[in-house]
């Protein structure tokens, strides 16, 4: 299997991540899994952490070197996870022979492959025209794309007690807007005994500013750099701030109650259909929210342990942690491990 992946300062991190989860998974059930990703420092250094074999090239040569890195012939399954699925790539997949898979999000294109997957809350989202053959499709949460840890904390009782409380704030890889900076500063003033964890990806935008600011600020606050239990930190938190993305899924399935400052509009309807599901305060931009709307909105709901139950219960409904393994069954099917 191979995972044709798009990466960069621009888009961020999440898609290699939920392809990640699936690499992780597969390989665990005895398959090859290799990786074609575009250029991206940031990305080849997460693959080169976890181990996995990849080579790089822009998309717009993505189908040369899928057939380059593949002489062996040995593998005939491509996932292909971009921002934008291009048609006339699945076209020319399907023409040379490819079983093909795609990871989506946005919906509403036209679609050539075999399996279709998209775990968006948003509904709307899951219209496609398919000009060949319609694809088997795997929509809704229930197949979020996160990794084998997941499921297991879904399982587990989540403790609400506090004071001192948790604070986890998760931007995403890259955070390109800056919005940890504005959070930093709200929670700076927060009159709530409570520690807040600053966790930023190894593609983060913003490495020199965050030096300074990290002397700026008292011992209540703590630093951390693309970790590798992500699942754990969230578990163990009373209260997250995410931009939305896949960690809005992260922070669903272990149920932990999330105010979303989103930096995309993809990222606002997301956050939109989670808060009408009761899973999370969509609160707004994340950097044109003001420090003190962010903290009035963390008091409060650190102040209402009834309502981060509420929001906890609705998260770990709506994501179970298990889409990754359903998906990893669907792969088996069509003949990928």
Known sequence: MILWVEANQQIG??????????????????????????????????????????????????????????????????????????????????????????????????????????????KDWHVYEFPLEESECRFGPEFALLRSEFSGLNRQEKKFNGPPFKILVTMGGVDRTGATFNIIDALAGLGIASHKEIITGSGFAHSERLKRVKRQTDNSFSYSADIRNIGERLFGAHLAISAGGNTLYECACTGTPTIVLWEDDHERREAADFAREGAV?????????????????????????????????????????????????????????
């Open 13 to 122: 991190m999440g898609h290699l991540a939920e392809s990640l989860a699936v690499a992780q998974e597969a390989s665990q059930r005895g398959m090859e899994v290799r990786f074609l990703v575009t250029p991206f420092d940031a990305a080849e250094e997460h693959l080169g952490i976890h181990g996995m074999q990849y080579v790089t090239a822009p998309l717009v040569n993505g189908i040369e070197t899928l057939e380059d890195y593949n002489r062996d012939e040995l593998l005939d399954l491509v996932i292909v996870d971009h921002r934008s699925v291009h048609l006339s790539h699945l076209i020319r997949l399907h023409e040379r022979g490819w079983r093909v898979a795609v990871i989506d999000q946005l919906g509403n294109k036209p679609m050539v492959c075999d399996l279709l997957i998209n775990a968006s809350m948003v």
């Open 281 to 337: 305060i969509n609160l707004g931009p994340g950097t044109s929210t003001t420090s003190s709307d962010i903290r009035n909105v963390v008091t409060s709901l650190l102040k209402n342990e009834t309502e981060r139950m509420r929001m906890s219960q609705r998260g770990m409904t709506i994501v179970d942690g298990r889409g990754t393994s359903r998906i990893c069954d669907d792969l088996l099917d069509l003949g990928g491990i």
